[in-house]
Every structure is written in C-alpha cells, then in structure tokens.
C-alpha cells in the first residue's frame, strides 16, 4: 500500500525519480 502512494506522489516528479530504482 505504501509503495502504491509513494508511485502516485512521484508521479508529479517524474524527471527526478531519486530514492527509487531507475525504470530505465
């Protein structure tokens, strides 16, 4: 569940996706 929200709130910042793996 967490994980699900934090995708939604990265969304906006989609360019600067640090924390998280790159989705290359």
């Given amino acids: 569940m967490g994980k699900r929200g934090r995708l ?8 600067a996706n640090h924390g998280k ?3 290359a």
């Fill in 8 to 15: 939604r709130r990265d969304r906006r910042k989609k360019a």
């Fill in 21 to 23: 793996r790159p989705n």
